[in-house]
């Protein structure tokens, strides 16, 4: 089993449609968890950094933990076909280790 | 403005032949990182530095090696031994590893091919 599973899609939706893109984990101990958008030909980019359970909101993303089920959550309202990206997830392990989900292709269609 | 450069963005290899990528950071970090990104696979550690002049293998650390003389670069050679090394490079850095679970933060890559 992968330390972090992520749906590959690839998702479409219509613009302005409410987006979620979700990872689940296997490791009780991740703590801190992060989301990254990654244009066609660039890096990741850092969206959200979050510890433990609970919601971030940031503008129109919202990053959601459920620790008790392993499962993490980004939330894109409002979506633009400038969110047309690859979504990773990651997440650190002990050790400062770093788990990074294989990413959820995502278009935003005008 | 601070972030990690990368460079070249586009590398073509010869047969037999050793590249070497090149990745500067001005944030001041003491690790630094370099994946390896493949269609569908997500990303691959291949070595990590949490110090000047020391650094670690990563998952997929063969036909590859690095070096970090100097805090703000990280190079990695990519040596004739790698016999699959058409993917898209990218380097990270980050805090120090051992006082902040910080998020790492990418540079924009190097896509390496096969002449």
């Known amino acids: 089993q992968k330390e972090v599973e992520q749906d590959p899609g690839p998702l479409s939706v219509p613009e302005g449609a409410i987006v979620s893109l979700n990872c689940t984990y296997s490791?009780?101990?991740?703590?801190?968890f992060m989301w990254y958008r990654q244009y066609s030909r660039k890096g990741p980019e850092l969206l959200m950094y979050?510890?433990?359970?609970g919601n971030k909101e940031d503008g129109r993303f919202t990053a959601q933990v459920d620790k008790s089920s392993k499962y993490i959550s980004l939330f894109i309202r409002d979506s633009q076909p400038s969110d047309s990206a690859t979504y990773l997830c990651?997440?650190?392990?002990?050790?400062?280790?770093?788990?990074f989900g294989t990413g959820t292709s995502l278009t935003v269609i005008p | 403005d601070g972030g990690i450069t990368q460079s070249p963005k586009y590398l073509f290899r010869k047969e037999g032949q050793n590249v070497t990528l090149s990745c500067e950071q001005n944030?001041?970090?003491?690790?630094m990182y370099w994946y390896r990104q493949d269609p569908g696979q997500g990303l691959r550690l291949i070595y990590y530095?949490?110090?000047?002049?020391?650094?670690q293998k990563g998952d997929i650390a063969e036909g590859y090696s690095v070096s970090r003389e100097k805090k703000e670069s990280f190079p990695l050679t990519v040596t004739s031994a790698q016999k699959n090394p058409t993917a898209f490079y990218l380097c990270a850095s980050g805090d120090s590893p051992t006082r902040f679970n910080q998020p790492q933060h990418f540079g924009d890559g190097t896509r390496l091919s096969i002449l």
């Open positions: 944030l001041n970090h003491d690790a």
């Open positions: 979050t510890y433990s359970s």
């Open positions: 530095s949490q110090i000047v002049n020391d650094f």
């Open positions: 990651a997440m650190i392990g002990t050790g400062n280790q770093f788990y």
């Open positions: 490791n009780s101990a991740f703590q801190y």
